[in-house]
């Protein structure tokens, strides 16, 4: 099912989220050098990576996300099939290999 054109389209979360988006690899490619001596230190530094990692995926997800939404592409929503009862297959009995 189609979703109708009354819906509102998330222009300015696509901003937003874009914005941010380029504004965090902007900053992490700006300052490389001091962001990977800064978590080479470890101790809790060494969970900057990974926090990095999460946090640019999800904002770069929304970014994507809402980019879809405002150019109008979703996925496809399949329905169920319902099977019969007559197609159902047959239990499977154990069998002893003496």
Same mark, same amino acid.
């Given at each position: 099912?189609?979703?109708?054109? $009354?819906? #509102? #389209?998330?222009?300015?979360?696509?901003?937003? &989220? =874009?914005?941010?988006?380029?504004?965090?690899?902007?900053? &992490?490619?700006?300052?490389?050098?001091?962001?990977?001596?800064?978590?080479?230190? =470890?101790? &809790? @530094?060494?969970?900057?990576?990974?926090? /990095?990692?999460?946090?640019?995926?999800?904002?770069?997800?929304?970014?994507? $996300?809402?980019? @879809?939404?405002?150019?109008?592409? $979703?996925?496809?929503?399949?329905?169920?099939?319902?099977?019969?009862?007559? /197609?159902?297959?047959?239990?499977?009995?154990?069998?002893?290999?003496?």
């Amino acid at each position: 099912m189609a979703t109708s054109q $009354s819906d #509102k #389209k998330p222009i300015g979360r696509t901003l937003v &989220f =874009g914005a941010l988006t380029a504004a965090f690899y902007t900053g &992490f490619f700006a300052y490389g050098d001091a962001i990977a001596a800064q978590f080479a230190q =470890g101790s &809790f @530094w060494a969970a900057g990576p990974i926090a /990095t990692v999460f946090a640019v995926s999800y904002l770069h997800g929304e970014f994507a $996300s809402n980019l @879809w939404a405002t150019l109008g592409i $979703s996925a496809v929503h399949k329905e169920a099939r319902k099977t019969a009862e007559a /197609t159902k297959r047959p239990a499977q009995r154990p069998v002893l290999n003496a």
